[in-house]
């Protein structure tokens, strides 16, 4: 940085949705501030490289014909860089927009990896009254008007004013916290600042390599692009995560169309490769299992009970997971649930014990145990299942045998990859038998 006073560039996109490639901006607003007062401000509009979906214009009111004729991201780049200049870059969620617009540099040939600070993190740390550290939450707690929520141009406005707030209170905490790794204390040391550009926001399998390219995690997520970030997204991070930004130098990534596939493929992988920052594998079959039985009142019951057999409704890894299941069950199916294992809450769910009561928590009970073997049944007499395509268009494929995993392949359209054999684990079978049922509710 310069020696002139520090200014702040505090920044706020707006976007379509789409990963951060830069090409899915819609409108950007910076407003470049000393930390009490506003100097400049820049605002553009941005034509995104695919349409604006109708939730998203619900929420910002920014459609396709707003953006017809503005510049794309790419044209703005250099106008852009040059406002930006070697200010501290400030956001609400510092990752989020940063993110899209340093893949929007990146992919105008423009370095920008420039000191930042977010407004979220600083307000967890700094501010004891509020409960919920979202910009509408804050602005409401402090009273501060925004014109425009969820426009670019508003939420910059919101974030100066909020961050002034801040300044003022903790100016010398906030320099203190630029100084220290130039407001990216947060971030792997070894890891390029634009190691992330293109991680897309779908489902998917990530690994994170040491400096001799070995694997050091594995993890998976339905979306990348947010699973990702999260692990660099503050510095006050258990001692593992803290490990791991030690080691970690570079990041890959295997988009797998679904969430399913990425289940299977990161389960398999962590088997095979034994990630020495993974925590233990999440084994279900020795974990706690929800049994189903008829007691002597001849009521249709479930219990959640350590182990269990071959027979059970279905298998988790932990306790907790198990009943947070029950609870969902008796909801979505109308169960009584003092009579699925949840003692204590049959009575707030205005269910009496009679004859009627018992009938009808019977037949209910009933018929969903009927879609569950039905389920099985499909799921045992299926060879291969095909999963939705990747977008580089391949096929998912999973091999089951009499219902169980048994190999994975991702086959092309124009020829048939060989099968990837595994010996599974419980946790693919309960994702396989979850996935069966899912499928039998649809129809």
């Not at 920008?112 to 910009?135: A, E, I």
């Not at 991680?199 to 050091?216: E, H, K, M, N």
């Amino acid at each position: 940085m310069s020696d002139r006073p520090m200014q702040f560039a505090i920044v706020d996109i707006e976007t379509n949705g789409g990963p951060p490639t830069g090409a899915n901006i819609t409108e950007i607003a910076a407003i470049l501030h000393d930390g009490q007062r506003e100097i400049d401000r820049w605002v553009h509009l941005v034509k995104p490289a695919s349409p604006i979906p109708p939730g998203i214009t619900r929420l910002t009111g920014i459609d396709d014909t707003m953006v017809a004729d503005a510049p794309m991201f790419g044209e703005l780049a250099p106008d852009f860089q040059a406002f930006l200049g070697d200010a501290v870059f400030v956001a609400h969620n510092v990752g989020f927009d940063l993110g899209h617009i340093q893949a929007g540099f990146k992919a105008a040939d423009i370095h920008y990896n420039p000191p930042r600070l977010c407004t979220v993190r600083m307000s967890r740390k700094w501010l004891d009254g509020p409960q919920r550290f979202s910009l509408g939450a804050l602005c409401a707690y402090f009273g501060i008007e925004n014109e425009a929520h969820h426009r670019a141009w508003g939420d910059a406005a919101a974030t100066a004013i909020l961050f002034a707030r801040l300044w003022a209170e903790r100016a010398e905490e906030i320099t203190e916290e630029i100084g220290r790794g130039g407001g990216r204390s947060w971030w792997p040391p070894h890891l390029p600042p634009d190691a992330l550009a293109g991680l897309p926001a779908s489902p998917g399998v990530y690994q994170f390599l040491d400096d001799q390219g070995r694997i050091v995690y594995i993890g998976m997520s339905r979306n990348l692009s947010s699973r990702v970030r999260q692990h660099f997204n503050n510095s006050a991070q258990p001692s593992r995560e803290q490990e791991l930004r030690r080691r970690i130098h570079k990041v890959t990534w295997q988009e797998t169309g679904s969430e399913l596939m990425a289940l299977v493929l990161e389960d398999v992988l962590i088997r095979r490769h034994h990630p020495p920052l993974n925590a233990a594998q999440k084994v279900v079959g020795k974990g706690w299992a929800v049994e189903h039985f008829t007691c002597r009142a001849g009521i249709k019951r479930l219990s959640c009970i350590k182990g269990g057999r071959p027979t059970a409704v279905r298998k988790f890894r932990s306790r907790k997971d198990a009943e947070q299941w029950l609870r969902e069950a008796a909801q979505s199916h109308g169960l009584n649930p003092a009579w699925t294992g949840l003692p204590g809450m049959a009575w707030s769910e205005q269910w009496v014990d009679n004859a009627a009561s018992r009938q009808l928590h019977n037949d209910r009970m009933g018929e969903w145990l009927k879609e569950i073997q039905a389920a099985r049944q499909a799921q045992r007499l299926q060879d291969v299942l095909k999963l939705p395509a990747t977008p580089d268009g391949k096929t998912p494929e999973i091999l089951l045998e009499s219902g169980g995993f048994k190999a994975y392949r991702f086959s092309a359209s124009s020829a048939e990859d060989a099968w990837e054999y595994d010996t599974g684990s419980g946790r693919i079978d309960a994702a396989l038998e979850r996935h069966f049922l899912e499928v039998r509710a649809a129809d």
